[in-house]
């Protein structure tokens, strides 16, 4: 059973029983990612979620690890484009112990100078290994040509710049954009629905409103972005603007993605890796914000081989427009909704299905709910959301690979 409650000042409080386990994840879900910050900002929201692990109420970094690890839980947190989320996953009987680490975390951080000093040489070495793996950086570098020049085509991470030039006064703002009418306090599980408001009042029920960072709106451009680098393998992806994530025709988007390029059947998997031998990892996904929307499709191949494994992946998706089979469509139907509800099986995967569905559509879903959406969809639907994806102009990025294999 799902139950939701709001507090006075805004903030709401989700549950989820599962009545057959003995756990319970609890997260806070924030309305706010790197997208909010401003260019001078970026990495911030990325910043922000480390360094609040540094130190926080009255515990130091290692003492926030070892409240946690004494009673045997688990400690995260996750940032994204639009959404910031911190975590855990507990036995039942210390839920009060995990929503007041995490209300620590997010209202009370020290922010020491000299631990923000070696923090953002942390960051600025995993922006280093991110750009050493061809197969990270290139999502980021698909991203900017998509949405060049905006902040949702920036990255998560930011660059040496600007994580450099963050100060402690940056982060102190940055918190103040934590409103409580942006947050979600989540737990699925084995959990007392009015024990957790009750957790939440007292953790969260001072917090005052301030007005949201609303976001530049996103308008997706395309272009090109080539990584001349060597590695083993040339690295490709292809992207095309995609329905926002309340569009109409989301779910056929998603299924058309799913057909061409979500699975060992799909046609790309098939057609460029079984048939071809072109690339050894071929996928395509959707990926849907507020506002906008990315298809894209990538791949990983030898670098001779690259122009001729992009124009096959060109190809395929041209004639799936016409002709994607009703076979095809129940299978990706199957895979979409199969990866729904497994992912419902976990506690965390309830606790994140429960703040998504919230965040989306101001209200509780159920799983059900989602699974009409998606039986809804039909053969015209699903062809014509990827006709109207194709026919806008692409992003198209390579890591590896000779420019012209990406050419039109």
């Known amino acids: 059973m799902m139950r939701l409650s709001t507090l006075a000042n805004g903030l709401r409080v989700a549950t989820r029983e599962m009545p057959s386990v003995e756990t319970v994840s609890v997260g806070l879900f924030a309305d706010i990612g790197s997208r909010h910050e401003r260019a001078r900002e970026n990495g911030l929201a990325h910043l922000f979620e480390h360094m609040v692990f540094k130190g926080a109420g009255g515990r130091s970094a290692r003492a926030i690890a070892e409240a946690i690890e004494d009673v045997g839980g688990e400690l995260n947190a996750a940032t ?3 959404t910031t989320v911190f975590s855990a996953r507990l036995l039942a009987d210390d839920l009060a112990l995990g929503t007041g680490i995490i209300a620590d975390l997010v209202r009370l951080p020290h922010f020491d100078d000299e631990e923000l000093e070696r923090e953002k040489r942390v960051v600025l070495q995993e922006l280093g290994e991110a750009r050493d793996t061809p197969g990270d950086i290139i999502f980021d570098n698909l991203q900017s040509v998509a949405f060049p020049g905006q902040p949702l085509g920036r990255s998560i991470l ?70 001349p680098r060597r590695f083993e393998q040339a690295h490709l992806a292809l992207g095309f603007a995609a329905p926002r994530a309340l569009a109409p025709d989301y779910f056929a988007a ?22 071809r031998g072109l690339a050894y990892s071929i996928y395509a996904a959707v990926q849907a914000f507020d506002d906008a929307g990315l298809f894209y499709v990538y791949l990983a191949t030898e670098r001779r081989e690259a122009a001729a494994a992009m124009a096959l992946v ?71 959301a990827g006709a109207a994806m194709l026919a806008g102009p692409s992003a198209r990025a390579s890591v590896g690979a000779a420019e012209k294999a990406l050419a039109a």
């Not at 007392?192 to 609303?214: I, K, N, Q, S, Y």
């Not at 998603?254 to 048939?275: D, I, K, P, T, Y």
């Open 254 to 275: 998603r299924l058309f993605a799913e057909a061409v390029g979500g699975g060992m059947s799909s046609r790309l998997f098939q057609s460029v890796r079984e048939e």
């Open 158 to 227: 930011g660059d040496e710049a600007s994580v450099g030039g963050l100060a402690r006064a940056d982060l102190v703002g940055w918190q103040e954009r934590y409103r409580p009418d942006g947050l979600i306090l989540v737990a699925a599980g084995k959990v007392d629905h009015d024990m957790l408001v009750d957790l939440a009042a007292v953790r969260f029920g001072d917090l005052v409103h301030a007005e949201p960072t609303l976001p530049e709106p996103a308008t997706f451009v395309g272009g090109l972005s080539a990584d």
């Open 80 to 82: 994204s484009r639009e």
């Open 314 to 384: 060109r190809e395929e998706l041209a004639r799936a427009v016409t002709d994607l089979a009703p076979a095809e469509l129940a299978r990706a139907r199957a895979l979409v909704k199969a990866g729904l509800l497994m992912n419902l099986e976990s506690t965390e995967g309830q606790a994140s299905y429960v703040a998504r569905q919230l965040a989306l559509y101001g209200r509780l879903v159920e799983p059900s709910d989602v699974v009409a959406e998606i039986d809804a969809v039909t053969l015209e639907d699903a062809r014509a």
